[in-house]
Nanobody
Framework: QVQLVESGGGLVQPGGSLRLSCAAS????????MGWYRQAPGEQRELVASITRGSDTDYADSVKGRFTISRDNNKNTVDLQMNSLKPEDTAVYYCKASFVRNEYWGQGTQVTVSS
């Protein structure tokens, strides 16, 4: 059974930092491309950051220079370090694993940026 479990969300003030983590099980983690997505109320889900099997990374323009995605194939985890957070970063953040035509999603973790 495939499981992706996100953690690390919460309430943070503007300018603050959070580190999200996604722990994967039930898959050969190193084979999968990994991504962090987010969905704000009334908005479509959007890609925030991705990392390939070879650890090539890509970011949405809105988070470049502030967020960093990383993976640990020994621990089967993918992290998202979020710095200089803004109120517009408020959303539910989801982890996704992809391999060929297979996609798996986590349940999401809420990030709220507010003073």
């Amino acid at each position: 059974q495939v499981q992706l479990v996100e953690s690390g969300g919460g309430l943070v003030q503007p300018g603050g930092s959070l580190r999200l983590s996604c722990a994967a099980s039930g898959i050969v983690f190193s084979w999968h491309g990994m991504g962090w997505y987010r969905q704000a109320p009334g908005e479509q889900r959007e890609l925030v950051a991705s990392i390939t099997r070879g650890s090539d990374t890509d970011y949405a323009d809105s988070v470049k220079g502030r967020f960093t995605i990383s993976r640990d194939n020994n621990k089967n985890t993918v992290d998202l370090q979020m710095n200089s957070l803004k109120p517009e970063d408020t959303a539910v953040y989801y982890c996704k694993a992809s391999f060929v035509r297979n996609e798996y999603w986590g349940q999401g973790t809420q990030v709220t940026v507010s003073s």
